[in-house]
C-alpha cells in the first residue's frame, strides 16, 4: 500500500505544477485545480497498477522506458480528447505535444522513485525547483495579462517537454 500511496502522490505534485499554473494563475479557479487533482489521483492508481505488470514483464527489455512513456502519453491524449475536449478536431489550439508530454510525467517521474536511480531522481528534483522558481519569477514580474498568459502557455508546454525528453534520453543512456 506504501508504494502506492508514494506514486500517486509524486504523480500528483509533478501534475499538480501545470494545474496550478492552469487553473490558478489563468484562470483563477480553484475548484477546476482540486478537481483535477482528484481525477488524476484515481487515473494514478490505474497507472500503478499497471506500471507493476510491466515492470514484471518488461522492465529489462531496452527499449521499456520508450514502451512506458508512448503508452502514458498516448493513454493522456486520450483523456484530454475524449473526457475533457482539447482533440486536435475540438480545440486546435490545444498543444498536443504538450499534452503528451504532461500525462507521461505524470507517470515517468513516479516510475523514476520507484526503480533504484539516485541520478534520475536528482535530475528531476533540480529540474522541478528550477521551473517551479522560473514559474514564479514569471508570475511576479511579468505585469501584462497577455505576455503572462502566453508565459504560463509556453513554459508549461516547454516545461513537461522538457522534463519528458531528460528523462527519456538520460533513462536510455543508462545512467550512473
Not at 44 to 56: E, F, P, S, W
Not at 98 to 121: D, I, R, T
Request: aromatic fraction near 18%; proline fraction near 4%.
Amino acid at each position: 500500500m506504501k508504494p502506492l500511496l508514494y506514486f500517486v502522490l509524486l504523480g500528483l505534485v509533478t501534475a499538480a505544477i501545470g494545474e496550478w499554473q492552469f487553473s490558478v494563475f489563468l484562470r483563477n479557479d480553484l475548484q477546476n485545480f482540486t478537481g483535477s487533482l482528484f481525477f488524476n489521483a484515481f487515473y494514478l492508481t490505474g497507472v500503478y497498477i499497471l506500471t507493476r505488470v510491466l515492470l514484471t514483464t518488461l522492465r529489462n527489455r531496452p527499449r521499456f522506458i520508450l514502451v512506458y512513456t508512448g503508452l502514458f502519453g498516448l493513454t493522456g491524449l486520450m483523456v484530454e480528447w475524449f473526457l475533457i475536449g482539447n482533440s486536435p478536431w475540438g480545440n486546435p489550439q490545444a498543444s498536443q505535444p504538450g499534452m503528451f508530454a504532461y500525462w507521461a510525467c505524470m507517470a515517468l517521474v513516479p516510475l523514476m522513485f520507484l526503480l533504484p536511480n539516485v541520478s534520475a531522481q536528482r535530475f528531476i528534483i533540480r529540474y522541478g525547483l528550477v521551473y517551479v522558481l522560473l514559474v514564479l519569477l514569471g508570475q511576479t514580474m511579468i505585469t501584462s495579462l497577455e505576455w503572462r498568459f502566453a508565459f504560463h502557455i509556453w513554459s508549461v508546454i516547454l516545461g513537461y517537454l522538457g522534463l519528458m525528453l531528460g528523462i527519456v534520453y538520460k533513462r536510455s543512456t543508462r545512467w550512473s
